[in-house]
C-alpha cells in the first residue's frame, strides 16, 4: 500500500521533504505535463510557524481583544523569538497573569491596550512583575 | 574547546515557563508515582529541602511553605528539551552538539577563536532564555571533564560569574581545579571520592597531579588514565554520537498503590509488554529474550528497611519478535509463574534484549511466517500515534487499571496537546 508520507504518524513536516518526495501524477500513459510543475503541498506549519523552537499555542479566554479579530475560545500562535514593538499583540505576564493584549512603549512607560471598549488600558508599574512572555503572530478562529 | 550547557532546575523551569503566578515561589517536581523528589527550584533550595528525598520526609517543610508540587510531566519537558537542544544545533551546528541527558549538552567550539567565546556563550545563554524562557549556565574547557568543571563553578558562583565561566588560560584552569572538591569531579563516584580522601587528594588538583600509571591501578584503569588526562587538558574523551538504537528496552512503573492480585499483576504486565514492543518497532528492532520483574513492598513493620527481593524471571522467545501479542503471551506466561499469592507489590516490569534488526529475523523452521502481524501492529501503531494515545490496545492490559501510577500534582501538556494549552485573558 502506497500513503502519501502526510498522512502517516511520522510525518515531519513538508520542511524535511526532498524533491524526490514530491508527488508525481503517476500516470501510466502519456507522462503528466503536470510534473513539470510538482511542488510539494501547503503546508501550515511552513507558512504559520516562522522560528519553530521559540512558537507556543495558547488558547484565549476573554474578549479582551475582540476588535483585533481574536475572540473567546481562539488559539494564538505565540513566537517568543520576536521583539515586542508598538502596536504589536503581545502575551504578557502581569503579577502572575497571562493577559493578550496590544502593546506599546512610549518613554520607556509601557501600556497594555485591549481591543475593546469594556476594559481599561493597564499602565505598567515600573514596581509590577512584567514581563512580555512573547508576540502573537496568527490566531486561528473556526468559523 | 569542549562546552557544556546546562538548564538549571530544568523540570522546575519548564513548569514555571507557563505559570508566571509561580515565579519567585518555591516549586517542587516528583518523581513517576508522586514518591520522590526530583528537582527543586532555587527558592525551594533555599528552604532546605532535600535533593531526591522521599516525598514524605520533606512534606512538613512543604506544607508549611506553601511549595507548589508537580508530577513529572516528561511530555512537556522532552518538548522543552528539544527546544533548548535545537537552539544550541542553530548556533553551532547540528553536528558539534551531544545532547548528553534532557537538560546537559555538550558542544564542540573548536571552530570559534579563544577570544569569541565569551560572546557567543552570552548569545547563546540569552536566545534560549529569550526563546524558550529556559535559563541554562555554560562552561567551556579544553576538554569535557574541564568544562564540566567550569560548568560547576559557572553554577556556584552565578552573581560574580553571570553563569558563564571560561577557562581559557592555564592559570584558571589550575584555579578551577584547587577549588573542586573530588566528590565533584565528573565521573568520580561516592566510592571512589571516599576513597580519594582517605588518601590525601581532596581537590581535582590533587587528581590532576597524579600519575598515570597510579590512576590506572587505583581508579579503575583506563577510566581512571582518561580522567586524569582529562584534568591535564589533553582530550581523551570525544564528542559521541547519538545512541539511535538501543541494546536493551525496558518499561516499568510503579505501581499507584500496592498491588496483591494475580489479575491486576497480568494487566499491568501485559500494557508494560505492550509498551516495550511498540519502542521495539519504532527503532525497528525485534528482541529474542524477554524478561520480567516484580518487586515486592518492604515490610515497614520490621525494624530495618527492607526491600522485598526483586523476583525476576526470562524466556529466550522461539523466534525474534516485536509483536505485541507474542511479547504479551511471553510476559504474561512468565508473571503467572512467578507471582505469590499474598505479596504485595509495589512495582514491576518488562525487559527485553538480545535484539535484532526486524527485516533479518532468523526464521524457525517450527513457526508460521509473521507477515500479517506486523501489518496488524503497523497499523495499530498509525492509529495510536495519529490519535495521541492508547485508542486501540490488547484488551490483556486492561481497562481498569486499579494499578496506574499516582499523578495527582500534573500539570497540563502545554506544548503537545490541543486541549491542554496555556490559557491567556
Known sequence: ?143 | MKAIVDCNSFYCSCEQVFRPDLKGKPIVVLSNNDGCIISRNPEAKRLGIGQAGPFFKERPIIEEHNVTLFSSNYNLYGDMSRRVMEVLKLFVGEDNVEVYSVDEAFLDVDEFPLQQLHILSEEILHTIKQWTGIQTSIGIGPTKTLSKVANRLAKKHHEIANKIVILDTQEKVIAALQQTPVGDIWGIGRRYADKLLTLGVETAWDVRNLSEAWARQHLGGVVGVRMVKELRGEPALFMQEALTKKKMIATSRMFGEAVTQLADIKEAIATYAGRTAEKLRRQKSAASVASIFLVPQEKIESPHFQHGPTVSTYTILPQPTSLTHELIKAAVTMAVSIFQEGKKYKKAGVIVSGLVPDNAIQANLFEEGKSIGRFLMDMVDNINFSMRGDVVKFAASGVTRNWKMRQQQLSPRYTMRWEELCEVK
Not at chain 1, 501547503?42 to 479566554?61: C, G, S
Not at chain 1, 502575551?91 to 518613554?107: F, K, S
Not at chain 1, 515600573?126 to 503572530?137: D, H, I, L, M, S
Open chain 1, 1 to 143: 500500500m502506497d500513503t502519501n508520507p502526510y498522512f502517516l504518524p511520522s510525518y515531519k513536516g513538508s520542511k524535511d521533504f526532498s524533491q524526490t518526495d514530491v508527488p508525481n501524477a503517476n500516470a501510466t500513459g502519456f507522462c503528466a505535463a503536470s510534473d513539470d510543475f510538482a511542488e510539494r503541498g501547503i503546508d501550515l506549519n511552513e507558512q504559520l510557524i516562522r522560528n519553530k523552537p521559540a512558537t507556543f499555542f495558547m488558547r484565549v479566554h476573554s474578549n479582551a481583544m475582540i476588535g483585533a479579530g481574536i475572540h473567546d475560545g481562539d488559539v494564538v500562535i505565540v513566537d517568543r523569538s520576536i521583539k515586542p514593538t508598538n502596536g504589536k499583540v503581545v502575551i504578557a505576564a502581569l503579577n502572575g497573569e497571562m493577559l493578550i493584549r496590544y502593546y506599546e512603549i512610549h518613554n520607556k512607560k509601557e501600556r497594555l491596550l485591549p481591543a475593546t471598549r469594556k476594559l481599561a488600558p493597564i499602565e505598567i508599574d515600573p514596581f509590577a512583575q512584567f514581563e512580555v512572555w512573547g508576540v502573537v503572530t496568527y490566531v486561528i478562529h473556526s468559523v
